[in-house]
């Protein structure tokens, strides 16, 4: 079966690197860029799109979601960096933007 024969959905369950997604969607990107950010791109597509909830019904209302929330994440690395964005967790600890509970850290008596 080729990508065309694909539906969305199953196109997206095909799809693993962010090169594949861009040129699945037809987003022109620099490979450069791509190559040093691929897994952050992917995280801030992730994300957008958790936070948007559902994409819409249809073949293309979906698709347009889908490629909007994608150029818009591979668009947050051409005008920044990984280290400026800070997708994941590790360098938003890094960054001293960690949460502690206040509970956790326990009483020195009350």
Same mark, same amino acid.
Do not use: C
């Given at each position: 079966?080729?990508?065309?024969?694909?539906?969305? !959905?199953? =196109?997206? !369950?095909?799809?693993?690197?962010?090169? @594949?997604?861009?040129? %699945?969607? #037809?987003? +022109?990107?620099?490979?450069?860029?791509?190559? $040093?950010? &691929?897994?952050?791109?992917?995280?801030?597509?992730?994300? %957008?799109?958790?936070?948007? #909830?559902? *994409?819409? !019904? #249809?073949? +293309?209302? =979906? &698709? @347009?979601?889908?490629?909007?929330?994608?150029?818009?994440?591979?668009?947050?690395? /051409?005008?920044?960096? *990984?280290?400026? !964005? &800070? $997708?994941? /967790?590790?360098?938003?600890? *890094? =960054?001293?933007?960690?949460? /502690?509970?206040? *509970?956790?850290?326990?009483?020195? #008596?009350?």
């Amino acid at each position: 079966m080729s990508d065309v024969d694909l539906t969305l !959905e199953e =196109a997206l !369950e095909e799809l693993s690197s962010a090169e @594949e997604f861009l040129d %699945y969607f #037809g987003i +022109a990107y620099d490979a450069k860029t791509v190559h $040093v950010n &691929r897994l952050h791109i992917l995280q801030r597509y992730h994300n %957008y799109i958790s936070a948007q #909830g559902p *994409a819409p !019904e #249809g073949d +293309a209302p =979906a &698709r @347009e979601f889908y490629t909007t929330w994608l150029t818009r994440a591979y668009m947050d690395f /051409v005008s920044s960096d *990984a280290l400026t !964005e &800070r $997708v994941f /967790v590790v360098l938003q600890k *890094a =960054a001293g933007t960690s949460f /502690v509970p206040l *509970a956790s850290l326990g009483g020195t #008596g009350d």
